[in-house]
């Protein structure tokens, strides 16, 4: 399988680490939890669209495009993804018994039924819409019909798909609890902490601990180019209980670096803000909203929204918490399941989710697996609006077939347009550092003097396309 990109991490194993300490699993209880119910083994079915997390494990032919949401229904109306406007979502038929037709109904999208077996979805119009209902249709006439069921929270929702507005993202899957069977393979939701092996005596993956990690921070990617980050809320295991008169938390907004053989989280600071301990709110303490019953939250909001245009990854980190159990209690909630990696994926950092970052480092370069926390995410949630409510109809053909696409091959930026065009190639800190003419058809620009990493190749007929160099 084709990996979107592969990061080294051998250099990364051979520094001192605390992952061979033991974690002990605190549990949370989480909120309108319910069991899902189990699927039909036989008949209409389609995988869910390819999400962006853990990306250096996702296949480059599934093309993951869309956000998972937290629980969050004043901010997320209950969906459980986010879609970008005007960029194709992709379902794929898992049907069993072979069937011979397949017919699919996409509420929001500009195509609304769809008859081959699987399909690319383009949403133009920001809404919350139903996931698609595929019916196929066997050889000996008879027909099966598959929609998402409604019934992963007691009143309902969360199988349901959001397009523009303001979102709160996540990269913890919150359709499914293990304790509940885990039916879903590809789930990863179980809320909670892990503290170290002689419990909060070291204190937490995630927060107050002796091992020397001084911040933990999440990975993000979005595929809506016109977006803003309005804020963040950041989730704990539980309300601070002991802390030093004055204590506070420092979040940043990273830019990485990232290419062929390493990431950079310092790359470039977006923002940062300081949160007083004494502004954590409990769950429900003046309307404080929680993942959890017991847990806690800090909302930031930012004076000014971060504009993302041209940044498709963006790095929160959360640090300034003490480094003795006995006096602070501070503690992320997390997805303490995480996904099962392969051994090939724990080699590779973009696999994971969620670092961290110790004593005497600048960068935040291991992954939590590597302090014994497991391959999960921190419930670290940014807030993300897009810049639009609508794509021009009459850009969907455009959408589907692009009148301007590129790539890369062999350090040569391979460019395939519709018609003559002007290009310009910027780094992603919005410096030009190219310029070329496009013929119809295709074109091969010598891009061997560029530095590998991020680009944004625009083209004059209003194109953009991002590459990995």
Not at 2 to 20: D, G, I, N, R, W
Not at 129 to 139: F, H, I, Q
Not at 448 to 464: C, D, E, F, K, T
């Amino acid at each position: 399988m084709k990996k979107l990109y592969l990061v080294s991490l051998l250099s990364l194993f051979a520094m001192s680490s605390v992952s061979a300490q033991e974690t002990t699993v605190l549990l949370s209880k989480v909120k309108h939890e319910s069991p899902a119910m189990a699927q039909d083994t036989e008949g209409a079915m389609y995988a869910m669209p390819e999400v962006l997390r853990n990306l250096g494990a996702k296949s480059t032919e599934n093309k993951p495009v869309c956000n998972l949401l937290a629980r969050h229904k004043d901010i997320n109306d209950g969906a459980f993804l986010w879609a970008p406007l005007g960029v194709p979502v992709k379902y794929l038929d898992q049907s069993t018994g072979n069937p011979t037709a397949w017919e699919w109904t996409v509420p929001g999208a500009a195509t609304t039924t769809e008859t081959t077996q699987n399909i690319e979805a383009t949403y133009l119009n920001a809404g919350l819409y139903d996931m698609p209902t595929l019916n196929v249709t066997y050889a000996n006439g008879s027909t099966s019909s598959y929609t998402p069921p409604m019934n992963m929270t007691y009143d309902g929702g969360n199988e349901k798909i959001k397009t523009g507005g303001t979102v709160e993202i996540t990269t913890i899957d919150m359709r499914r609890h293990d304790s509940f069977g885990g039916l879903d393979q590809t789930a990863t939701y179980m809320l909670g902490a892990n503290t170290y092996n002689e419990g909060t005596s070291q204190g937490y993956v995630g927060g107050t601990n002796n091992t020397q990690v001084v911040g933990w921070g999440n990975l993000f990617m979005i595929a809506q180019d016109d977006a803003y980050l309005d804020g963040v809320n950041i989730y704990l295991h539980h309300k601070p209980t002991k802390y030093e008169e004055g204590a506070k938390i420092r979040l940043q907004v990273w830019l990485p670096s990232i290419t062929e053989s390493s990431i950079l989280f310092t790359y470039l600071p977006l923002e940062a803000t300081y949160i007083p301990f004494e502004d954590f709110k409990a769950d429900g303490e003046d309307g404080a909203w929680a993942l959890t019953y017991e847990g806690a939250v800090a909302s930031i909001k930012f004076e000014v929204p971060i504009d993302l245009y041209g940044k498709p990854y963006f790095f929160v980190s959360v640090e300034g918490f003490s480094q003795d159990p006995e006096t602070e209690d501070f503690c992320l909630l997390a997805d303490v399941k995480g996904a099962t990696l392969s051994e090939m994926d724990q080699y590779n950092l973009l696999a994971h989710n969620s670092f961290g970052r110790m004593e005497g480092e600048y960068d935040y370069l291991r992954p939590i697996s590597h302090y014994g926390g497991g391959t999960g995410s921190f419930a670290i949630c940014p807030i993300i609006s897009s810049g639009i409510s609508s794509v021009d109809p009459g850009a969907v053909e455009s959408v589907k077939l692009p009148s301007f696409n590129a790539g890369v091959n062999n350090g040569n930026i391979i460019m395939m347009s519709a018609e003559a065009c002007q290009v310009g190639i910027y780094d992603i800190s919005g410096k030009l550092v190219m310029s070329a003419q496009a013929n119809e058809g295709e074109t091969v620009l010598n891009a061997q003097s560029l530095n590998s990493g991020i680009y944004i190749v625009r083209a004059s007929n209003g194109n953009s396309v991002k590459i990995i160099k």
